[in-house]
T-cell receptor, first 112, second 114 residues
Framework: EAGVTQSPTHLIKTRGQQATLRCSPISGHTSVYWYQQALGLGLQFLLWYDEGEERNRGNFPPRFSGRQFPNYSSELNVNALELEDSALYLC???????????FGDGTRLSIL | GNSVTQMEGPVTLSEEAFLTINCTYTATGYPSLFWYVQYPGEGLQLLLKATKADDKGSNKGFEATYRKETTSFHLEKGSVQVSDSAVYFCALENSGGSNYKLTFGKGTLLTVNP
C-alpha cells in the first residue's frame, strides 16, 4: 500500500511569491491534514479537509489556503511568501475523524 | 486551549540505557494521547497511543501510560538502540467535532551512541 506522498520534496521561493504544495493521501483515506514544522516551533496544525470541504483551520493568516479534490488529493497554497514561512510542511491522511493520521515525508519550503 | 509540554532535548544516551521522555498536557474533556517518532529526513510515524485513563500504549519496546491524575503520558524504553535516534513528539487529539485536530509538543531529539 502506498503511503502519503508529497511533492515537491524541496521548494525554493523568494519573498512575495506564491507556493503550491501537493499531497496524495493513502488510498481509501478521505481526510487530509496540513501541518507546518518550523524550526523551534514544533508542529503547528494548519488545515483539515474532509470529503472536499475545509473542516478546521489553525491559527494562520488567510494567505495560507488550500483545497481538496474529488480524488481526495490536496493542495496547500501560500501567497505573499514571507521569510518566516520557511519550514517543513507535512501532510497527513486518515479514514476520518478520530482515526490515526499517517504522515508523508514533507515538503521543505525555503524562502530567500 | 489544549497544549502539550514535553521535556526539551536534546537527550543523549548510550546504547542499552533507560529512556524517559516526559510529556504533560492541558486539555478539556478526555483526549486521546499519542507519541509520534520522526526519523531523519522522514515524516512522522505513529509510535503508540492511548485513548483513555490508565491505558498503556506500547510498540517496539516503547511504553507510555495515560495518567489522568497527573495529566501525563511519559514515554519510556528499557534499553535504547542506536536505531532509536530520532525526534519524538507527544500529541493529544481533541475530539471536538469540527474543532478536531492534533496538538503536538515541540519534540525531543534523542541521540543514542554506540
Amino acid at each position: 500500500e502506498a503511503g502519503v506522498t508529497q511533492s515537491p520534496t524541496h521548494l525554493i521561493k523568494t519573498r512575495g511569491q506564491q507556493a503550491t504544495l501537493r499531497c496524495s493521501p493513502i488510498s481509501g483515506h478521505t481526510s487530509v491534514y496540513w501541518y507546518q514544522q518550523a524550526l523551534g516551533l514544533g508542529l503547528q496544525f494548519l488545515l483539515w479537509y474532509d470529503e472536499g470541504e475545509e473542516r478546521n483551520r489553525g491559527n494562520f493568516p488567510p494567505r495560507f489556503s488550500g483545497r481538496q479534490f474529488p480524488n481526495y488529493s490536496s493542495e496547500l497554497n501560500v501567497n505573499a511568501l514571507e521569510l518566516e514561512d520557511s519550514a517543513l510542511y507535512l501532510c497527513a491522511s486518515s479514514t476520518g475523524l478520530g482515526q490515526p493520521q499517517h504522515f508523508g515525508d514533507g515538503t521543505r519550503l525555503s524562502i530567500l | 486551549g489544549n497544549s502539550v509540554t514535553q521535556m526539551e532535548g536534546p537527550v543523549t544516551l548510550s546504547e542499552e540505557a533507560f529512556l524517559t521522555i516526559n510529556c504533560t498536557y492541558t486539555a478539556t474533556g478526555y483526549p486521546s494521547l499519542f507519541w509520534y517518532v520522526q526519523y531523519p529526513g522522514e515524516g512522522l510515524q505513529l509510535l503508540l497511543k492511548a485513548t483513555k485513563a490508565d491505558d498503556k500504549g506500547s510498540n517496539k519496546g516503547f511504553e507510555a501510560t495515560y495518567r489522568k491524575e497527573t495529566t501525563s503520558f511519559h514515554l519510556e524504553k528499557g534499553s535504547v538502540q542506536v536505531s532509536d535516534s530520532a525526534v519524538y513528539f507527544c500529541a493529544l487529539e481533541n475530539s471536538g467535532g469540527s474543532n478536531y485536530k492534533l496538538t503536538f509538543g515541540k519534540g525531543t531529539l534523542l541521540t543514542v551512541n554506540p
